[in-house]
């Protein structure tokens, strides 16, 4: 029996009018890995997200989230993953532990208290847990936005950009944060500008350009895909080669 | 230099993309429709107007009336600038948006300069309010529109200047210490001494007050006082805008205008004179506005929002759609200034108390008229109370994706949103009808109990029907137009057309919905008291009514569902 992916996508597109902003984007990720998403802007790594999140609707394409088609079965699909974009959404009338009771409801965590309590601690949020949302630095926001994210263990993670706002202590412990959960098993597809962090966390890194996939595999796969000499040629140089050679189109 | 070549740039392009860019929304039915019917109202009411033959017909305005029409607008607007003194904020009111702040504050632009700008700009929105007065008044007191018009933007423009002006003042004032509580005395003693003094003045120059209400002879001691002496003198500056607005001819309006304009320049020289630094005032005042923008994207304007304990704890597991609810009770509690349902708790438990003591007497007149408020409120919240109770999809309008992101179906999604302000409207109501009926059971009622309590019953079984279907409404709405009902600030003619398009079709859809429980609510009150039941077929009546409401309701809810889940928050 073959296992399944945590996310398998086959030919995502979504158009809005004419406008192509995602064109047959096909990929996979596995459990326990961590993918990459990296391109230009207006390359389409936002609107991808948020068709793989179920937010917006796909124009044609399939989505299978740990085994469930995300259109045919979406309440099963998204139960399994958590989307932690790079603004963080957060209702204004809720307290930061209130965001973890909601979403310990709607994810049907019943041992919620102690699991936010520790995220709480491990995202140095105790002492804020009675403070709207209008009381915290852009930082903490975005930490509450990944304790929610994290609350009900999710089998699959898509982060937006996920260390916009954070101080450098809060960066260092994203990752490691980031890499446990991906330790423990669950698949992570991360979007991000910061190329660094990409080749220091993702196990393959995904490349698309208008909308489209222009490289796919590990960092080895990538530089024998492009013809880049020498092995340590970094994701930047590779970025750069890539997106130029084909001139924000796919290979 | 630089400035004053930029910002013309600035405000006609910004005018021209604006244009440019709602004219590009066209290609959008929504929007052109909303364009024909903004464009409809301006033509009826504003431009058709504006293009009827410009002298009005018939006499002249009569000397006496007008003269009383100036005093009286003189009177509103020394009424705006004493307030303006007295009771304005502390800081500087001059409202720059964030790009300007970021370009001119940080450009290489003298202070002055960004003032100069900022004021001019200021006077484009006192041309359009000069013209829409015009549009209103102008034809009917003036001898022509185009001297009400310039009068009014004189005035107008003087005002705003001149409240700009005062609030630097206060600013100034409070950050050298000197303007807090006790100046505000100080400034309203000063207020106090003129008015003394003019009254003194009043009483020695005409020592005969009129005697007993006539209005002729009070109105011509008042024309004597305005007239003469020092109120002449001390109203001037707003009594000469005033003049050249209700010129009734070309010699009059030549005579007054050098006065009018002399009293706007002497309040723009003032304002670009202050030597206070407007700039930190106008930062905070723009963030804040930013933040009123923002937060207002999402829903109704909303209060500021205080993090008060809620006190219900929601367990980790159950139906999901819970969390909605409870999500949205929670912002209830945190959004309404009073506590709403304690104070209506509070008040029924009162008025049980009060009534149990005063069963043994007859039920006085006041308690009957507290009676009828009651119920009157009660009815007033069960149709009104979901359009105040905006906290659903209209306040989750900027977290669409997040919803849309969550575990649920859309049937919960929409289920979840609603069934909060739902059960906080029906409460207040019952709580209200409840009230009522307590007030009014005491004896000495005309109405017998029986009657009494079927038409407590009646409303208590209908009013949920009725706001369940004006709450589902509201949310249709939201569903299918987001950007139509989205409360961000929007001007223009478009945004006209689709506030008027929306409240039109709300009330056509809102009536459509109620029709057909009109018609089976009627039918069973008809024939039930056909069959002998009196008026005690009004409690069949209104059930079945309210299960007509909910039927349709339960089949809206599942509509909106399918429609949450389709919906392309990004379209």
């Known amino acids: 029996m073959t296992p399944v992916g945590a996310l398998e996508v086959v030919g995502l597109t979504k158009m809005y009018g004419d406008l192509r902003a995602v064109s047959n984007l096909s990929f996979e990720v596995a459990p326990g890995e961590i993918v990459g998403l990296v391109g230009p802007n207006g390359a389409g790594k936002t609107t991808s997200l948020r068709s793989l999140a179920g937010i917006i609707p796909p124009t044609r394409g399939e989505i299978r989230i740990c085994g469930h088609d995300l259109v045919a079965h979406p309440v099963a699909a998204k139960r399994e993953l958590a989307f932690l974009p790079d603004e963080p959404r957060l209702f204004e009338y809720l307290t930061v532990r209130e965001h973890l009771n909601f979403t310990a409801r709607l994810y049907n965590v019943a041992d919620w208290e102690p699991r936010a309590d520790a995220l709480l601690a491990e995202l140095e949020l105790t002492d804020k847990q009675d403070k709207l949302p209008s009381e915290l630095s852009r930082g903490m926001k975005q930490k509450l936005s990944i304790a929610c994210g994290f609350l009900h263990s999710p089998r699959l993670v898509l982060l937006d950009e996920p260390l916009t706002g954070l101080d450098p202590l809060g960066i260092r412990k994203m990752k490691r944060s980031i890499a446990q959960r991906a330790e423990d098993g669950a698949a992570v597809l991360l979007s991000s500008h910061l190329l660094s962090l990409v080749e220091e966390l993702c196990h393959r890194v995904l490349v698309i350009a208008g909308g489209e996939r222009v490289a796919f595999g590990s960092m080895e796969e990538i530089r024998a895909q492009v013809g880049a000499a020498g092995a340590g040629t970094s994701l930047e140089d590779l970025f750069v080669q890539i997106t130029s050679v084909n001139g924000g189109r796919g290979a | ?571």
Do not use: C
């Not at chain 2, 109501?429 to 019953?457: D, E, K, N």
């Not at chain 2, 006209?496 to 039109?504: C, I």
């Open chain 2, 1 to 571: 230099m630089g400035l004053w070549a930029a910002a013309p740039f600035l405000i006609t392009t910004t005018l021209k993309n604006r244009v440019l860019a709602q004219a590009r929304r066209l290609k959008n039915p929504k929007y052109l429709v909303a364009t024909a019917a903004g464009l409809f109202y301006v033509w009826t009411f504003f431009l058709r107007r504006l293009l009827m033959p410009g002298k009005r017909e018939g006499a002249p305005f009569p000397q006496e009336a007008l003269l009383a029409i100036e005093g009286l607008m003189v009177v509103g607007a020394l009424g705006i600038i004493i307030s303006g003194w007295v009771l304005g904020s502390n800081r500087a009111a001059l409202r720059y948006t964030e790009p300007e702040i970021q370009f001119l504050f940080a450009g290489p632009v003298s202070r002055r300069q960004v003032l100069h700008f900022k004021l001019l700009r200021m006077l484009l929105p006192t041309l359009v309010s000069s013209v829409i007065t015009t549009v209103f008044f102008g034809r009917a007191l003036a001898g022509n529109p185009l001297f009400f018009g310039v009068g009014s933007f004189l005035g107008i423009g003087a005002i705003g200047l001149h409240l700009t002006g005062a609030s630097m003042t206060r600013e100034s004032l409070a950050q050298h210490g000197r303007y807090g509580l006790r100046h505000r005395v100080v400034t309203l003693a000063v207020i106090g001494a003129v008015l003394g003094g003019l009254a003194w003045w009043a009483l020695q120059s005409r020592p005969e007050l009129p005697q007993g209400l006539q209005p002729k002879a009070w109105a011509a001691y008042a024309r004597a006082l305005y007239e003469s002496g020092p109120l002449r003198i001390l109203l001037w500056p707003l009594r000469a805008p005033m003049e050249v607005a209700l010129a009734q001819d070309l010699s009059g309006f030549l005579q007054a205008l050098p006065g009018g304009l002399l009293v706007l320049v002497a309040n723009y020289l003032w304002v670009i004179s202050s030597d206070h630094a407007f700039e930190e005032a106008s930062v905070q005042y723009s963030e804040s506005w930013a933040r009123k923008v923002e937060a207002a994207r999402g829903g109704k304007q909303r209060p500021v929002i205080s993090a008060k304990p809620f006190g219900l704890k929601l367990r980790g597991t159950g139906r999901p759609e819970t969390a909605l609810v409870w999500k949205n009770l929670a912002a209830v509690r945190r959004l309404l200034r009073l506590g709403l349902v304690p104070a209506l708790l509070g008040m029924t438990g009162a008025t049980a108390v009060l009534t149990l003591s005063l069963l043994r007497g007859e039920t006085p007149d006041w308690m009957l008229a507290a009676a009828a408020l009651a119920a009157g409120l009660g009815a007033l919240v069960a149709l009104v109370g979901p359009t105040s109770m905006a906290v659903d999809f209209r306040r989750d309008l900027q977290n669409l994706d997040v919803l849309k992101s969550l575990p649920l179906t859309g049937r919960q999604v929409v289920l979840g949103e609603l069934a909060g302000p739902f059960l906080v409207v029906v409460l207040a109501q019952w709580l209200l009808f409840a009230a009522a009926l307590l007030l009014a059971l005491g004896p000495g009622v005309a109405l017998p109990l029986s009657t009494r309590l079927i038409v407590t019953a009646s409303a208590m079984l209908l009013g949920p029907g009725i706001s369940a279907a004006v709450l589902v409404l509201i949310n249709a709405g939201v569903l299918l137009f987001p950007a139509w009902v989205s409360n961000e600030p929007r001007r223009g003619i478009e945004a006209m057309g689709q506030r008027m398009l929306t409240l039109a079709g709300g009330l056509v859809v809102l009536l459509v919905g109620i029709l057909p429980a009109t018609l089976v609510g009627g039918g069973v009150f008809l024939l039930l008291g056909w069959l002998g039941l009196g008026l005690g077929a009004l409690l069949p009546a209104a059930l079945f009514a309210s299960a007509v409401l909910f039927l349709e309701v339960t089949v809206s809810v599942v509509g909106m569902g399918r429609l949450f889940e389709r919906l392309d928050i990004t379209e």
